[in-house]
């Protein structure tokens, strides 16, 4: 749920101010916006001739906001399948793997057994910056993967790990008859 304006302003400024000792700013742009924290599927097609990319199109990931470089992916996927005189459907923006990642950290959060802060506090003290982003883009390979999850807080996100199989999915609607998701 999105905060008010003052909440953000007040959060700002004790960034900047508190946690970055900037002193005086001066704010020369501000953007706004919600990213869609869910491991629900996105339709990759909503009608026959029309094919989504970008948020829509689950390039988002949800547990870290990481857009561009999948729409990027993405638009690049389209050209090659339009060149080939196939259809343009984009392929999933994310790996199995980055998806399920990112699923078990939503529910840690969601139950309360991560404090989000702190998760990410600890990923970028501890994780090389490189290694990071690559990680948050969902471009790491596994070992590099399991060596990240050591620096999260291991037994509550094994716990949640284990139990999410287990959970109901909530159904969702099909938006086209022949939709990919
Ligand atoms: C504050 C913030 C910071 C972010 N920073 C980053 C970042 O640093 N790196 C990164 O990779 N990602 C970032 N993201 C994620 C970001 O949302 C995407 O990278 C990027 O904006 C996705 O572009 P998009 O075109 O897919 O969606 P959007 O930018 O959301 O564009 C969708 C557009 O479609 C319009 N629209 C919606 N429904 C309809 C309709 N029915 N008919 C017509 N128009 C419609 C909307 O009004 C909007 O203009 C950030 C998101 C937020 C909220």
Redesign the pocket.
């Known amino acids: 749920m999105p905060l008010s304006q003052d909440a953000y302003d007040a959060a700002l400024d004790h960034y900047t101010r508190r946690v970055l000792g900037l002193g005086p700013v001066r704010v020369l742009g501000s ?5 869609p924290m869910t491991d629900a599927r996105f339709a990759r097609q909503s009608a026959p001739s029309v094919f989504r ?4 199109g689950g ?2 990931r949800p547990a870290t ?5 999948a ?1 990027q992916r993405q638009a690049d996927a389209i050209a090659r399948l339009l060149r080939a005189g196939r259809r343009p459907v984009p392929p999933p923006a994310h790996s199995v793997r980055a998806r399920a990642m990112d699923a078990v950290l939503l529910r840690a959060l969601a139950t309360g057994r991560v404090d989000g802060a702190d998760f990410f506090h600890r990923l970028f003290t501890r994780v090389p910056p490189a290694r990071l982003l690559r990680f948050l883009d969902g471009r790491t390979r596994l070992h590099e993967d399991l060596a990240v999850g050591l620096r999260t807080p291991v037994l509550p996100m094994l716990r949640t790990a284990a139990e999410l199989p287990w959970l109901p999915r909530r159904p969702h609607t099909r938006t086209h008859p022949g939709v990919r998701r």
């Open positions: 953007e706004c916006g919600v990213i990319i970008g948020v829509a390039a988002t906001g990481y857009t561009f470089a729409v």
